[in-house]
Protein backbone atom coordinates (compact mmCIF):
# COMPACT_ATOMS: atom_id res chain seq x y z
CA UNK A 1 0.00 0.00 0.00
CA UNK A 2 1.14 3.74 -0.71
CA UNK A 3 1.89 5.42 2.06
CA UNK A 4 0.94 8.68 0.60
CA UNK A 5 -0.94 9.12 -2.40
CA UNK A 6 -2.10 12.27 -4.59
CA UNK A 7 -3.64 12.68 -7.98
CA UNK A 8 -3.37 13.16 -10.44
CA UNK A 9 0.50 12.48 -11.43
CA UNK A 10 0.10 14.66 -14.58
CA UNK A 11 -1.80 18.05 -14.45
CA UNK A 12 -2.04 19.98 -17.66
CA UNK A 13 -4.11 22.91 -17.87
CA UNK A 14 -4.45 26.60 -19.45
CA UNK A 15 -4.09 29.63 -17.78
CA UNK A 16 -7.30 31.06 -16.40
CA UNK A 17 -8.50 27.32 -14.76
CA UNK A 18 -9.03 26.34 -11.45
CA UNK A 19 -7.99 22.61 -10.44
CA UNK A 20 -7.13 20.90 -7.29
CA UNK A 21 -4.77 18.21 -6.42
CA UNK A 22 -5.43 15.19 -3.89
CA UNK A 23 -3.46 13.65 -1.06
CA UNK A 24 -4.13 11.00 0.92
CA UNK A 25 -1.64 9.25 4.22
CA UNK A 26 -2.44 6.03 5.61
CA UNK A 27 0.68 6.32 7.63
CA UNK A 28 -1.48 7.73 10.75
CA UNK A 29 0.38 10.71 10.78
CA UNK A 30 -0.99 14.05 12.65
CA UNK A 31 0.78 16.45 10.27
CA UNK A 32 0.72 17.00 6.00
CA UNK A 33 2.29 19.54 3.84
CA UNK A 34 2.26 20.66 0.43
CA UNK A 35 5.30 21.43 -1.25
CA UNK A 36 6.58 23.12 -4.48
CA UNK A 37 9.55 21.81 -6.40
CA UNK A 38 10.54 24.30 -9.40
CA UNK A 39 12.55 23.32 -12.81
CA UNK A 40 15.68 23.86 -10.53
CA UNK A 41 14.94 21.03 -8.34
CA UNK A 42 14.50 23.60 -5.53
CA UNK A 43 12.13 22.56 -2.98
CA UNK A 44 9.58 25.20 -0.58
CA UNK A 45 7.25 24.66 1.58
CA UNK A 46 3.86 25.92 1.17
CA UNK A 47 1.17 25.10 3.88
CA UNK A 48 1.67 22.53 6.73
CA UNK A 49 -1.41 21.27 8.86
CA UNK A 50 -1.20 19.58 12.28
CA UNK A 51 -4.78 17.59 12.96
CA UNK A 52 -6.30 19.42 10.18
CA UNK A 53 -5.33 23.01 11.57
CA UNK A 54 -3.44 25.33 9.29
CA UNK A 55 -0.05 25.60 11.19
CA UNK A 56 2.41 27.18 8.35
CA UNK A 57 1.39 29.20 5.39
CA UNK A 58 4.91 30.28 3.59
CA UNK A 59 2.95 33.83 1.48
CA UNK A 60 1.89 31.61 -1.26
CA UNK A 61 -0.62 33.48 -3.16
CA UNK A 62 -4.18 33.54 -2.33
CA UNK A 63 -5.03 31.68 -5.21
CA UNK A 64 -3.63 28.26 -3.41
CA UNK A 65 -6.02 27.11 -0.96
CA UNK A 66 -5.19 23.99 1.11
CA UNK A 67 -8.10 22.13 2.94
CA UNK A 68 -7.89 19.30 5.21
CA UNK A 69 -10.68 17.67 5.73
CA UNK A 70 -9.07 15.27 8.14
CA UNK A 71 -5.96 14.02 9.60
CA UNK A 72 -5.22 11.81 7.00
CA UNK A 73 -6.14 14.05 3.70
CA UNK A 74 -4.95 17.56 2.60
CA UNK A 75 -6.12 18.57 -0.35
CA UNK A 76 -4.56 21.66 -2.69
CA UNK A 77 -6.78 23.89 -4.89
CA UNK A 78 -5.64 26.51 -7.14
CA UNK A 79 -8.01 28.93 -8.61
CA UNK A 80 -6.54 31.27 -12.11
CA UNK A 81 -3.54 29.25 -12.88
CA UNK A 82 -0.70 31.25 -14.31
CA UNK A 83 2.38 30.12 -16.37
CA UNK A 84 4.67 30.24 -13.13
CA UNK A 85 2.38 27.61 -11.27
CA UNK A 86 3.93 25.22 -13.09
CA UNK A 87 6.28 23.10 -10.97
CA UNK A 88 5.67 19.86 -9.36
CA UNK A 89 3.63 19.58 -5.86
CA UNK A 90 4.30 17.26 -3.48
CA UNK A 91 2.41 16.04 -0.25
CA UNK A 92 4.35 15.19 2.63
CA UNK A 93 3.17 13.79 5.80
CA UNK A 94 4.95 13.34 9.38
CA UNK A 95 4.49 12.58 13.02
CA UNK A 96 4.44 15.96 14.89
CA UNK A 97 7.76 15.86 17.19
CA UNK A 98 11.57 16.51 17.49
CA UNK A 99 12.48 14.44 14.66
CA UNK A 100 10.29 15.50 11.99
CA UNK A 101 11.05 12.92 9.26
CA UNK A 102 8.77 13.45 6.12
CA UNK A 103 7.31 11.11 4.08
CA UNK A 104 6.48 12.09 0.51
CA UNK A 105 4.23 11.05 -2.53
CA UNK A 106 5.17 10.70 -5.65
CA UNK A 107 4.33 14.36 -6.99
CA UNK A 108 1.87 16.05 -9.16
CA UNK A 109 4.11 17.15 -12.27
CA UNK A 110 1.59 20.34 -12.94
CA UNK A 111 1.95 22.38 -16.75
CA UNK A 112 0.39 25.67 -17.19
CA UNK A 113 -0.11 26.21 -21.12
CA UNK B 1 14.97 31.92 2.85
CA UNK B 2 17.31 28.97 2.11
CA UNK B 3 18.75 27.00 4.67
CA UNK B 4 20.53 24.57 3.05
CA UNK B 5 23.47 24.43 0.49
CA UNK B 6 24.71 21.29 -0.81
CA UNK B 7 28.28 21.00 -2.14
CA UNK B 8 28.88 20.25 -5.45
CA UNK B 9 25.87 20.97 -7.65
CA UNK B 10 26.89 17.41 -9.47
CA UNK B 11 28.93 14.64 -8.64
CA UNK B 12 29.93 11.42 -11.40
CA UNK B 13 31.80 8.68 -9.95
CA UNK B 14 32.53 5.05 -11.16
CA UNK B 15 30.67 2.46 -9.43
CA UNK B 16 32.72 1.15 -6.37
CA UNK B 17 33.88 4.69 -5.41
CA UNK B 18 32.80 6.67 -2.54
CA UNK B 19 30.57 9.65 -2.62
CA UNK B 20 30.71 13.16 -0.55
CA UNK B 21 28.15 15.52 -0.46
CA UNK B 22 28.54 18.68 1.32
CA UNK B 23 25.82 21.01 2.83
CA UNK B 24 25.86 24.37 4.41
CA UNK B 25 23.48 26.46 6.53
CA UNK B 26 22.52 29.49 8.45
CA UNK B 27 20.77 29.35 11.54
CA UNK B 28 20.54 27.30 14.62
CA UNK B 29 19.30 23.82 13.85
CA UNK B 30 17.08 21.34 15.70
CA UNK B 31 17.98 18.64 13.61
CA UNK B 32 19.58 18.15 9.85
CA UNK B 33 18.30 15.25 7.60
CA UNK B 34 19.58 13.84 4.02
CA UNK B 35 16.89 12.76 1.63
CA UNK B 36 17.17 11.03 -1.74
CA UNK B 37 15.13 11.45 -4.85
CA UNK B 38 15.17 9.45 -7.89
CA UNK B 39 14.35 10.90 -11.38
CA UNK B 40 10.09 11.36 -11.30
CA UNK B 41 9.62 10.02 -7.72
CA UNK B 42 9.35 11.83 -4.24
CA UNK B 43 11.67 12.49 -1.53
CA UNK B 44 13.28 9.48 0.66
CA UNK B 45 14.37 10.21 4.10
CA UNK B 46 17.98 8.65 4.23
CA UNK B 47 19.29 9.72 7.83
CA UNK B 48 18.61 12.27 10.30
CA UNK B 49 21.48 13.71 12.74
CA UNK B 50 20.60 15.56 15.75
CA UNK B 51 22.43 19.14 16.87
CA UNK B 52 24.00 17.42 19.21
CA UNK B 53 25.61 14.48 17.74
CA UNK B 54 28.70 14.54 15.39
CA UNK B 55 28.47 11.59 13.43
CA UNK B 56 25.86 8.65 12.37
CA UNK B 57 25.95 5.45 10.24
CA UNK B 58 23.21 3.54 8.51
CA UNK B 59 24.34 0.96 6.31
CA UNK B 60 26.65 2.67 3.32
CA UNK B 61 25.89 6.18 4.41
CA UNK B 62 27.91 8.28 6.69
CA UNK B 63 26.90 11.39 8.02
CA UNK B 64 28.92 13.98 9.93
CA UNK B 65 27.61 17.62 11.70
CA UNK B 66 29.72 20.06 12.21
CA UNK B 67 27.74 23.30 14.04
CA UNK B 68 30.53 25.12 14.84
CA UNK B 69 30.83 25.91 10.80
CA UNK B 70 27.18 25.33 10.20
CA UNK B 71 27.66 22.31 7.59
CA UNK B 72 27.05 18.93 7.15
CA UNK B 73 28.62 15.87 4.61
CA UNK B 74 26.85 12.57 3.80
CA UNK B 75 29.26 10.07 2.38
CA UNK B 76 28.15 6.95 0.39
CA UNK B 77 30.58 4.23 0.16
CA UNK B 78 30.96 1.69 -2.31
CA UNK B 79 28.69 3.80 -4.38
CA UNK B 80 26.03 1.79 -7.07
CA UNK B 81 24.37 2.41 -9.97
CA UNK B 82 20.93 2.36 -8.00
CA UNK B 83 22.67 5.24 -6.03
CA UNK B 84 22.09 7.73 -9.07
CA UNK B 85 19.39 10.21 -8.08
CA UNK B 86 19.63 13.54 -6.47
CA UNK B 87 19.86 14.25 -2.97
CA UNK B 88 18.80 16.96 -0.15
CA UNK B 89 20.09 18.40 2.70
CA UNK B 90 17.03 20.09 5.14
CA UNK B 91 17.39 21.11 8.72
CA UNK B 92 14.94 21.61 11.13
CA UNK B 93 14.57 24.87 12.77
CA UNK B 94 12.50 25.51 14.94
CA UNK B 95 11.21 23.26 17.35
CA UNK B 96 7.20 24.05 18.16
CA UNK B 97 4.58 24.95 16.41
CA UNK B 98 6.45 26.00 13.61
CA UNK B 99 8.60 23.64 12.92
CA UNK B 100 9.69 23.10 9.41
CA UNK B 101 12.02 21.64 7.08
CA UNK B 102 14.26 23.83 4.98
CA UNK B 103 15.61 21.94 1.99
CA UNK B 104 18.45 23.04 0.12
CA UNK B 105 19.15 22.79 -3.83
CA UNK B 106 20.19 19.52 -3.81
CA UNK B 107 23.34 17.39 -5.63
CA UNK B 108 23.15 15.50 -8.43
CA UNK B 109 24.76 11.91 -8.03
CA UNK B 110 25.67 9.93 -11.44
CA UNK B 111 27.12 6.56 -10.56
CA UNK B 112 28.35 5.50 -13.41
CA UNK B 113 28.32 1.01 -13.79
Known amino acids: DTAVSQTPKYLVTQMGNDKSIKCEQN?????MYWYKQDSKKFLKIMFS???????INETVPNRFSPKSPDKAHLNLHINSLELGDSAVYFC????????????FGAGTRLSVL | SQQGEEDPQALSIQEGENATMNCSYK?????LQWYRQNSGRGLVHLIL?????REKHSGRLRVTLDTSKKSSSLLITASRAADTASYFC?????????????FGKGITLSVRP
Open chain 1, 92 to 103: ASSQWGAKNIQY
Open chain 2, 90 to 102: ATLNPTGANSKLT
Open chain 2, 27 to 31: TSINN
Open chain 2, 49 to 53: IRSNE
Open chain 1, 27 to 31: LGHDT
Open chain 1, 49 to 55: YNNKELI
